[in-house]
C-alpha cells in the first residue's frame, strides 16, 4: 500500500508538471491562464482530500517515503505527521483559494508568462518543505521556494521598485538559508548526520541548543517577518500579483514558522526556559512595530504586508510561551498557547488571503493601491467592500470572528504565567501581554483606517467613478474565506479538538476535549477559570442588531429629510474635506511617531495679507532600516568599490596574489593548536 507521503509527494510532481506545461502553454497564442490555474486548483483540492482522510482515520502515526537523491549517503527522506499534515492543510487551501481567484484576477494579468510557471512551482516548494524528512531535502525545497517566489515577485520588474524589491528579497532569502544551513550542521554534530531521525535521537549541550535557537530566529525568522529582519516583507508583497502576496502572505510565512517550530520543538528536545524570554521579546516587539508601521501607510497592499509582521508577532508570543511552560513542566499550559499559536496560524491564513485578494479586487477595479485615491467603492464594488469588511474584523480580534479566538486563547496562555517560577519570565511574560493588547488595540484602529478610507466617504479621484464590482471565481473565493473566518469563531472547538495531534506529540499534552462541552463553549484549562461560546456571542449580536433596526424603522420619526453629509464645517462638500490616511494616522503618529518613526512636522504659515496656502511637511525615518541595513549596504559599496580594481591585474600580479594567500593558509594550520 503507498504511504501518505508517497501520495503527497506525487502530487508535488504534478504541481511541477503544471509548471512546465504552463512554460509550454506560454509559447503558444494563449496564455492558457484558465488552464493552468484549474489544474493547480485541482491538484491542491486532491492534496486536500488525501489529508482530510488521513486526518479522519489516523492522524498521529507517521508515514514515510525515500528517494535514491540528495546526498549520495542519504537521500531524500519524506515524513507526513501530525505537524507537517496541519502545515499542508494551510498551504493547499491557500494553494486552491489563490488558483480559483486566479482563475477571474488572471485574465487581467499584463505578463501571465511571467506567473503561470512559477505559481505551481511554488505551491510545490512549500509541500516539499513541509515534507522534508532531512536537512539537505529541507534546505534544498527552502532555496526552490524562495526562488520560485523571488520570480513571481520579479513578475512586474518594470515598475517602480519592484526590482528593488526583488534584489532586497533575494539577500534576505539568502542570509536566511545560510543560517539554516548552520543550525542543521550544529544539530548533525561530528557525525554529519543530517537526518532529522537522527537529530531527534541526538541531544544537544545548552550551548549548542543556544546557537541553534539564534540562527533559527534569523533563519526562518527572515522568511516569517520577525523584527528587524522584516524589511523585505513590505517590499516584496505588494510588488508580487495579489493572489500571489496572498499566497506569500497568508501561507509562506506559515512555512517558516513549520521551520522553526519542527527544529526548537521536535529536533532540538527539552528547551531551556530562557529560550521562551528571547522569543517572547521578539515576538511582541514584531507585532507592536509591525501594526505601527501598517498604520502609517497609504499603500493598502504595504499596510496589509505590515499587517502579517504584527501577526507573526502574536503567533511568536504564544510560541515562547509554550517554550516556557515547556521547559518548566507546565504541559497544559504549554498545550494551551501552542494551540493558540497554530490557531492563529490557520486563521491568519484565513483572513489575510481574504484582505490581500479584496486589494487585488480594488486594483483591478480603479488600478490604485494609494488610499489617498481611493474612497466611495462601498456603493460600486458593494459585495467586494462586504467581503473586505469580514476580513477587518475578523484580523481586528472582534468577536464572533476567527482572529479574537486566537488571541483570546494566547491571553488566556498569559494569565497562566504567575505559576512560572523564574522572575524573568514573571516579569517578561505580563510585559509582553501588555504589548500584545497595544497591538490589538493598534490593528483595529489601523483596519478601521483601511475599510474606511478606502470604501467609505466620496470618491478621490475620476478612476473610483468608473470602477465596477470584479468576476464571480474572484467574489466566489473572497465569500468563502469569509464564512470560513466566521465558522472558525462560531465553533472553534473543533479546530482546536483537530489540533490536539500536533500538540500531543510536541508538548506531550492537549487542551481539554471542546466538542463535548455544552452549547459549544470553549474552555481552555477549566470551566471554573473562563470559557466562552463564540456561538452565542453570534446569536446576540445577531439579535440585536435585527432588533436595533426593526425599532429604528417602526418607531422612528415617518418625516425623512435628506441633507449634505457633515464636511467638518466646510461648506463645499468635496472630497478634499473628507479624513484622509494620513490625517487619520495623525494621533498615532504624534505619541509613537519620535521614538519609533524620529518623525518631524514642519508648517509653513503664509504671512498676513498673502493668499499662499498653508502646508504640512511630515517626515518620517525607517530607523531599523537605516541603522542597521543602511551602514551594511555601505560597508559593502565601499568594499567593492576598493576591490574592484582587482579584475584589472596582470597575470604576474594574480600569480604573486595567489602566492601570497597560500603562504597565509600554511602558516595558520602550522600555528593552528
Known sequence: MISGAAVLLWGVAALLGTAVLAIAESRRPGSGTGLIYGLTLGISAAVLLVLASRIADDP????????????????????????????????????????LYGLGYGRHESAPHRVLPFFPAF???????????????????????????????????????NARAGYIYLVMASFGTLALLLAFGLLAGPSG??????????????????????????????????????????????????????????????????????????????PAW??????????????????????????????????TIENVGVIFVSLGLALAFKANAMPSAAALALT??????????????????GAGAVLTATGERDME????????????????????????????????????????????????????LKVMVPAVGGLLALSTALAAACFVKAFGITFLGRPRSAVVELAHEVDRCSLTTMFILAALCLLAGIVPGLVIDGLSSVTLPLIGSRMPVQMAQPWLSIVPIAASRSSYNGLLVFLFIAFSASAAAYAIHRFASHALRRGPAWGCGFPDVVPSSQYTAVSFAQPIRRVFGTF??????????????????????????????EALYQPVARAIDFATDHLNHLQFLTIRRYLTLVFLFLIVLLLVLALWP
Open 60 to 99: 498521529v502515526t507517521p508515514s514515510t517515503a525515500a528517494l535514491p537523491l540528495g546526498l549520495p549517503w542519504i537521500g531524500a527522506h519524506f515524513r507526513l505527521d501530525a505537524l507537517s499534515t496541519f502545515f499542508l492543510v494551510v498551504i493547499n487551501f491557500g494553494g486552491a483559494m489563490a488558483s
Open 123 to 161: 505551491l510545490a516548494g512549500m509541500n516539499l518543505v513541509v515534507l522534508a524528512d532531512d536537512a539537505f531535502t529541507f534546505l534544498l525545497s527552502w532555496e526552490f521556494m524562495s526562488l520560485a517566489s523571488w520570480a513571481l515577485v520579479m513578475a512586474h520588474h518594470r515598475e517602480q521598485y
Open 193 to 270: 548526520n543530517y537526518t532529522f531521525e537522527a537529530m531527534r535521537a541526538a541531544s544537544s549541550t545548552p550551548l549548542v541548543a543556544a546557537f541553534v535557537l539564534a540562527l533559527m530566529l534569523l533563519g526562518a525568522g527572515s522568511k516569517a517577518g520577525l523584527v528587524p529582519l522584516h524589511v523585505w516583507l513590505p517590499l516584496a508583497h505588494p510588488a508580487a500579483p495579489s493572489h500571489v502576496s496572498a499566497l506569500m502572505s497568508g501561507v509562506m510565512t506559515k512555512v517558516a514558522i513549520y521551520g522553526f517550530i519542527r527544529v526548537i520543538f521536535d529536533l532540538l528536545g527539552e
Open 274 to 307: 530562557w529560550s521562551g524570554v528571547a522569543v517572547l521579546f521578539l515576538g511582541g516587539l514584531t507585532a507592536v512595530l509591525g501594526i505601527l508601521y501598517a498604520l502609517m501607510e497609504n499603500d493598502l497592499k504595504r499596510l496589509l504586508a505590515y499587517s
Open 340 to 357: 493558540a499559536a497554530l490557531f492563529h496560524v490557520l486563521n491568519h491564513s484565513f483572513f489575510k488571503s481574504l484582505l490581500f485578494f
Open 373 to 424: 485615491k481611493l474612497g466611495g467603492l462601498i456603493h460600486r464594488m458593494p459585495f467586494t467592500s462586504f467581503a473586505f469588511l469580514v476580513g477587518c474584523v475578523a484580523i481586528s480580534a472582534l468577536p464572533p470572528f476567527n482572529g479574537f479566538v486566537s488571541e483570546w486563547l494566547a491571553f488566556q496562555a498569559i494569565l497562566q504565567s504567575p505559576d512560572l517560577p523564574q522572575w524573568g
Open 596 to 625: 519609533v518613526f524620529r518623525a518631524r512636522e514642519t508648517v509653513e504659515m503664509p504671512a498676513p495679507g498673502e493668499t499662499g496656502p498653508a502646508r504640512l511637511h511630515v517626515e518620517m525615518h525607517d530607523v531599523i532600516w
